[in-house]
């Protein structure tokens, strides 16, 4: 019952985002109206769709920019800068005193070979995300290539564990998520969240995120039982930080203000991801 | 014999023309190619972390690769571009000074990185020229996982430098510009400076303890 009664209250909050978001990436200016007037009040506002117009005056083919100094950098306006710092604070405990020294220790008892079986299995199952997604960005050609990649390494790869679809065949990821195929339809970012335990993202990619793990046998498993869902999902995490541990470190001493660093980071990996998309999607 | 001292002098002419190539450096040589340049530079820094010899300390190694990273970068058109509108409202000396510390803050903040370099493999995909810039597409395998890694240059009188890196679709660059102008519209140049200096003096120390 209580369980019932939180995801209802989750779902409540996401309409809300997804109206948000909806006002926000297609109506324009309706981001300066309405009911987002005190949360986007930020001097950035907007910013997504100046630079949207600044990028295309980027070359092209080669993202050269001209040498002049007036470029203008892809920013997020992040109004819940506060609570966001509060939470990247909290994300960052969590990483030095739960998730990297379990990382560790799973790392020493687990080869490393395996684990990358195991980050290939999780990223297996993770096919009708990326399968349903690049259907919806009419990548019929790239949909296909998921698909057999999913058929090949789910048989031959042994349930996911093994990548003979790349390795023999060649075949690479297409990756393409929820938030991408907002983008790839012109969505804006709308704005910054830093969320506890699950990261940087924007309001496009959390509505992207929560559309997906309807896609994702991790959020069936979830929805099935809680307990399960996170400890499979924590699974996942311990399994692939095990292989990168030392990156946030070096993430940290590289920067002056990490918090700044990382939403600039993620927007940028992000926009780089949506401006994929489309650049492919010329192929086809 | 007769027609041997005929062709002599063309004879000549080629073995002058042999030397003229063969004394030109071999740097220059791979002028004009960005993604020569900069595979050359990696090579040799690969070749460098590589060398197996428990007699030699880190620091001699150091030295041979900062002189090589230096030697590909361009330092001034970095910092400039990291400071972008900030750039033109400082005076000359604050600009050298600039220059100087990004250039350290960098230099103590990544080439000790290397020393975890552990075989992984360097692959240079394609460049793209336009002008006198460049930008050359490289990927990094790490666990069987391939890092995009895209090098912007710009080409100073043959010698193509890097002035940006992009890692995983992030500008480097980018990234210290939008953290940089928020210290700037907080806490002023000054300020700014500190933070580097600070930055700096952290790096050393930790290296020291290492």
Redesign the interface.
Known sequence: MANNRRLARLSAFFVFLAAMLLSAGFTGNALTVGFAVPLLAAEETMVTEETMVADETM?P????DDLD???V?L?ISDPLEPVNRVFFHFNDRLYFWVLKPVARTYGAVIP?DFR?CIRNAFHNLLFPVRFVNNVLQFKFKNAGIELSRFAINTTAGVAGFG?PAKEVFGLDIKDEDLGQTFGYWGVGNGIYFCWPVLGPSSLRDSVGSFGDSYLSPIGWVMQNGTEDGIALHAGQQVNNTS??I?DYE?FL?????PY??L???YI??R???VK?SKEHNKIY | MRKIKKNRPRFILLLLVLAFILAIPAGCLAAGEPIDQLRDAVDRIIAILRRDDPAELWVNKKEEIVAIVKSRFDADELA??VL??H??SRSETEKKEFISLFSQVLET??IN?LK?YSDEEVLFTKQ?V?GD???VYSQIVR???EIPIHY?LKNNKGDWRIYDIII????LV???????D??LKQEEYAGLVR??EE?IRE?KE?DLEE
């Open positions: 070359d083919d080669t993202g050269l100094n007036h470029e950098d920013q490393q990358i990548d292989l990168v030392g070096s001493e590289s920067s002056f203000d700044i660093s939403r600039d980071a940028q990996y926009q780089s991801k994929d | 400039q571009r972008a509108q750039w033109r903040t990544y990185k975890s793209i336009k810039r460049g930008m666990n069987s996982q912007r995983e679709g992030v500008s980018q990234n210290y510009r939008t953290q940089f928020q210290i933070r580097m930055k790096n930790k």
